[in-house]
């Protein structure tokens, strides 16, 4: 069946001593298996690999049925890496597009919080230094926080900080989830299939 993973830049896995992959080659483990500890692991997409990701490398990996899964995980006996190709780039530019989509979706229009991601896109294209990026996103963050702190009230912010921030980032997760998981698993794919077939036509 196929399955998604991510490896190192050497294109080695993320834990374990084995050697570096190699696209078409079908490597095999006998025994139990049991996730997180034995056999060889992917997940039902990019976006869900995403979150073991060791490296930059993107894989589409055909696995035999997997003996245990879990929602975003599988660990099976075999694994054959079918196409490869660096995603630094192209994680960047996910990143910046759900970042964008989100300020949009929120209606901030604060300079510092589209300057930050202005920024991002220039040093993706090596455009821009990382002490650039560096200051944008210290500066969207600042005026976060500033914005957030003038909402809460200046009198009531120290006493509230600490469980107004937590409940902010609960709800924003909670909104993000539901909201925009779907459509960042989608996009991701989208970008980084449309990698996959560049480097096919090379």
Known sequence: ???YKFLKDDLRSGSGDEPP???GKKRTIKGKLALCQRGYHSSPS????????AGNVACIVEITEPTERQNDKYV?????IVSA????????TWGCDCAERALKQAKITNEQSWNAIKI????NEGKATKEELSAA??????AAWSAARSAAGSA???????AAESAAWSAAESVARSAETEWQKLHLEELINAELKREETK
């Open 21 to 23: 992959w190699s696209i």
């Open 156 to 162: 009531e912010w120290s006493a509230a900080g600490s």
């Open 46 to 53: 990019f976006y869900d690999a995403l979150g073991y990701a």
């Open 137 to 142: 996103g210290s500066a969207a963050e600042s």
């Open 120 to 123: 991002a896109r220039l040093y």
């Open 76 to 80: 099976s006996h075999s694994c054959t």
């Open 1 to 3: 069946m196929k399955a």
């Open 85 to 92: 190709v660096s995603a630094e780039k192209i994680l960047r």
